[in-house]
């Protein structure tokens, strides 16, 4: 209700403020209404999970049941356009919530089942000699530091190299030739690299290898062109005005690269190195051809096979032995701590960024 | 030490497409020249190819002679490193190195080419160059904080003490104003009056009343047509080109009367 029907119609006056039309106001939902619909539609789908409804039938239906309400009871208080935007966010919601799901479920299976041999002797003990209960992957852990850390070393730097290469200097032909091999580069299946390892280490030491440096190798293949891309676009986005300023200061070239496009990207170029290193540190096929297993500890990447966390996480599961349990709370040991590794190395990377990034106070 | 430039017959080009023709003209030394005219006609193209920043632009060279006191800057041996040494240049939007602090930025000349120079030198330096700049009272007690943090104008001043700590013979400014108040305008006009004692300043705006203000010597370029090659018409003191210029195309353009 509108003030003006309180005074006789035709005498509105000029400064008088208030709606033009006589059209009610729209309502307003309580802040908590999306709630109340989830909650609601939860209790109902609870009740018919009693009754004996499919479970399927009942989370899809629920679903929908939630958007259709949210859209329906604003439909009917707030007006169309606000339906609408309810509707959308409540779309948005539920596509996240099941983009979630597979997330969830997956670090709770890893934790929940890596977590009963979270101990000191796992992080402590190698395989040596160990049947059955006990045991750690102390020599697995090892390696795939050993075996990622040298990959890292080798592709980063060349990977660096490569993006500085075709950002500051690449032009025509041998630039675009380059850019294309990286495409190439990238869509190679990982065991693809691992057998390129092992052809090339069986040209010098003959059939039979197996070497860290040689996983490191097949590692590298898969890392470098992640590396190139990253690093790439960081250069990028640098903008020419600061080539310029430092040009005009008389600063060389590589100097100007060096020390303030590199500089300014730096926290771009930790991330992309820390992404390369996540996406090649759980390859399980190229280490199991290129390094082979071992029970044992071994430190050097260029004398006999040497283990890894994906693949004696792997050897674990599928080859368990007499007794199957302490072998698969192995596995999934060995799992939660190859994932516990790629979170330590992102928290590192989130670490760079701060300290390295341009600030403006 | 201030120096002065003589540009003869200089053709400008970016690969095929020739953006300036021609150019004949004496800088003086101690003296702040403007470079006016519309746009596109070739300014910042021409004012580049005086410290070689042109051919940073692939495909971008020069034909003709352009020599500082005499040396040619565009002799085969001559390292164009060196040249911008000698030869400094504010942009014409601030740009500070953001990842440095306002100390740092006032000495990169030193820092990027990795110069050692004891703290109470680059410290004397950094207040010397600040001070020059107009932005030491300013700045004075936050030295150490990014200088990306200051104020556009300040950006401004912080650049032109980037430049001027290299101590270079030659400054050259891109129409360092036009992103500024002004308020900011004026401090770096009043700026440009100090340095052309100890600075042969080269300066291009599209301000008139700038130009009449800071100028001794104004050149003006012109344009025939799109695709067209930008050549000088006319150089001479700045209150002559603004009184009585010899060129119709030039009294039509400083009177407004242009296009
Ligand atoms: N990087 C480049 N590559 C190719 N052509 C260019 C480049 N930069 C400028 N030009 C061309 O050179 C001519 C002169 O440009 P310039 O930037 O020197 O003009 P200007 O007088 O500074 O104009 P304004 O007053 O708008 O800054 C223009 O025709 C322009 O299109
Ligand atoms: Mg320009």
């Known amino acids: 209700m509108t003030t003006s029907t309180s005074k006789p119609a035709g005498t509105v006056g000029a400064g008088e403020v208030g709606p033009a039309t006589s059209s009610p106001s729209p309502g307003k939902l309580p802040p908590r209404a999306p709630w109340l619909v989830v909650g609601a539609v939860a209790s109902v789908a609870v009740l018919l999970l009693f009754v004996g409804v499919s479970p399927a039938l009942v989370v899809i239906g629920g679903l929908a049941a939630n958007i259709l309400g949210i859209c329906l009871w604003s439909r009917l208080v707030e007006g169309r356009r606000a339906a609408t935007d309810r509707m ?71 990977g660096i190299m490569t993006a500085v290469y075709l950002v500051e200097y690449g032009k025509g032909r041998l630039a675009r030739s380059i850019t294309f091999l990286v495409d190439v580069m990238t869509g190679i299946p990982s065991i693809v690299a691992g057998l390129f390892a092992v052809a090339l280490f069986q040209l010098f030491f003959g059939p039979g290898i197996r070497l860290g440096i040689m996983g490191a190798v097949a590692l590298t293949v898969l890392m470098i062109p992640v590396v190139v891309r990253s690093v790439e676009e960081m250069l990028k986005i640098v903008p020419n005005e600061l080539r310029e300023a430092s040009y005009a200061l008389g600063v060389s070239k590589w100097r100007t690269i060096v020390k303030v496009v590199l500089r300014t990207s730096v926290a771009g170029i930790a991330t992309g190195i820390t992404l390369a290193v996540a996406r090649v540190i759980g390859e399980t096929a190229p280490l199991l051809i290129t390094l082979g297993a071992v029970t044992g500890v071994n430190f050097n990447p260029f004398e006999g096979r040497m283990s890894s966390l994906p693949v004696f996480s792997y050897y674990s599961y599928v080859a368990p032995g007499a007794s199957p349990a302490p072998s698969i709370d192995r596995a999934w040991a060995a799992a939660l701590v190859l994932m516990l590794i790629v979170m330590a190395l992102s928290l590192l990377a989130r670490l760079i960024s701060y300290l390295f990034s341009p600030k403006i106070r | 030490m201030a120096k002065s430039i003589e540009v003869r017959d200089l053709n400008i080009y970016y690969g095929a497409f020739r953006a300036v023709e021609g150019v004949t003209m004496s800088i003086r030394p101690a003296q702040v020249t403007a470079l006016i005219g519309p746009s596109g006609c070739g300014k910042s193209t021409f004012l580049r190819s005086i410290n070689r920043m042109h051919e ?204």
């Open chain 1, 88 to 158: 959308v966010t409540a779309v948005v919601a539920t596509a996240f919530v099941i983009a979630m799901i597979p997330l969830v479920s997956l670090l709770y299976t890893v934790v929940s089942r890596g977590a009963a041999r979270m101990d000191a002797a796992f992080f402590t003990n190698s395989m040596l000699g160990v049947v059955g209960e006990g045991g750690g992957a102390y020599h697995a852990i090892m390696g795939t530091l050993i075996v990622t850390g040298l990959a890292a070393l080798i592709s980063v730097p060349i």
């Open chain 2, 56 to 259: 940073v632009i692939p495909g971008a060279y020069v034909e003709g002679s352009l020599t500082l006191n005499g040396n040619d800057l565009y002799a085969p041996g001559t390292d164009p490193v060196s040249v911008r040494r000698q030869v400094g240049m504010v942009f014409q939007r601030p740009n500070p190195f953001p990842t440095m602090s306002i100390y740092d930025n006032v000495v990169a000349g030193y820092k990027l080419n990795s110069r050692k120079a004891s703290k109470t030198v680059t410290d004397e330096l950094v207040e010397r160059s600040l001070r020059g700049a107009n932005l030491w009272n300013e700045v004075k007690d936050r030295l150490d904080k990014p200088g990306a943090g200051l104020s556009g104008g300040q950006q401004q001043r912080l650049c032109i003490a980037r430049a001027i700590a290299v101590q270079p013979d030659v400054l050259l400014m891109d129409e360092p104003c036009s992103a500024l108040d002004p308020i900011s305008t004026l401090a770096i006009e009043d700026l440009i009056n100090e340095l052309k004692t100890e600075y042969t300043i080269v300066i291009v705006t599209h301000n008139m009343q700038q130009a009449a203000r800071v100028s001794d010597y104004t050149g003006f370029f012109n344009i025939e047509g799109t695709g067209k090659p930008g050549k000088l018409v006319e150089m001479d003191e700045t209150k002559t080109i603004f009184s009585q210029p010899r060129e119709k195309a030039t009294e039509d353009y400083v009177s407004g009367r242009f296009g």
